[in-house]
């Protein structure tokens, strides 16, 4: 009898089991990031969508889909200044606005990104519901000014733009871009660093704060804006990259995420400037290699893509 017992309640058990299975099937996600407005990714410098089926935003769109939100990843030069690379960005979302109906995007900038979504945002805000920058800097960043030192028309500076921008084009063949424009690594360095920066800011200074380390605006001309980045440049001892992000922090003489001081990030609502993640962490690189002692960065996209949708956005 006993026996019997055992046996029914297993069966019953698994059955159970699988139709809750047969229920998440049906019913699909929880909805827990399903935004009103799709979610657009905007890359940094030398970013891209996918190169060898392996994607710049590692794992976070496909997390972000399985619970609602609609998410479009965009592609644009992988070296030019913030205006070109803003130009190409609109473009995209004129599109995605139009093909999903909803007439406006949700815009997620990482690094060179943030420049880039805050040039659409200024010049189109009837398309942008919100705007988030993650790792940008805002107000340029130390390693691209220890770069500028390099004199301008030397020998020095030709060699350096000549390899950087033959990067810049190999990975634009690779990921199959549809950007056109001729790779500008200069161009991205005066867009990049300090001087270049503040010349941008007084053109577009929506949601940029007016102290040294303080919050911009939270919303301008109907558009929210947020920003998060981290400030531990050495997070995983099994990732490479991270000696990269610990020798380009030593430019730095306040915290930083390897390539973008904390105050720098800021722009709108600071959600966090504190992250236990480097530049690449940020996006969840390198292939997911990132701290244990803190929250998973696909996490933290997660948790943006519920207060947005909280927010109505």
């Not at 297993?10 to 229920?23: K, M, V």
């Not at 979302?93 to 093909?99: G, H, P, R, T």
Request: some cysteine; proline content about 4%.
């Amino acid at each position: 009898m006993n026996n019997k017992k055992t046996l029914l309640a297993l069966c019953i058990g698994t059955g159970i089991l699988l139709s809750g299975q047969a229920q998440a099937g049906l019913f699909g996600s929880t909805g827990y990031t399903k935004t009103k407005y799709p979610v657009v990714l905007a890359h940094g410098m030398l970013g891209f969508d996918s190169i060898l089926g392996i994607d710049y935003w590692y794992g976070i769109p496909s997390s972000l889909r399985s619970d609602g939100a609609s998410v479009y990843v965009t592609e644009v030069s992988q070296l030019n200044t913030s205006e070109l690379r803003g130009e190409e960005l609109l473009e995209q979302v004129e599109e995605i606005a139009a093909i999903s109906g909803k007439g406006k995007v949700n815009l997620i900038g990482h690094s060179h990104g943030g420049p880039t979504i805050r040039y659409v945002a200024a010049v189109r805000p009837d398309l942008i519901a919100s705007a988030t920058s993650v790792g940008a800097p805002h107000k340029g960043s130390d390693t691209a000014d220890f770069i500028r030192q390099i004199p301008p028309g030397s020998a020095g500076e030709v060699i350096v733009a000549g390899i950087v921008n033959g990067l810049g084009a190999l990975i634009n063949f690779l990921s199959g871009s549809s950007s056109t424009s001729p790779q500008n690594a200069l161009g991205a360095l005066e867009s990049l660093n300090s001087q270049g920066a503040a010349a941008f800011n007084a053109k577009y200074p929506q949601a940029i704060p007016t102290s040294a380390c303080g919050e911009g605006a939270y919303k301008v001309n109907g558009v929210s804006y947020y920003s998060w980045s981290g400030s531990s440049p050495l997070t995983n001892f099994l990732d490479i990259s991270d000696l990269l992000m610990g020798a380009s922090a030593l430019a730095f003489d306040e915290p930083n995420d390897g390539l973008v001081g904390t105050c720098s990030s800021h722009m709108g609502k600071v959600i966090r400037d504190n992250y236990r993640m480097n530049h690449l962490d940020e996006v969840n690189q390198t292939f997911g290699l990132t701290s244990l002692f803190e929250t998973n960065p696909v996490t933290v996209y997660r948790q943006h893509a519920n207060r947005l949708k909280n927010a109505g956005l």
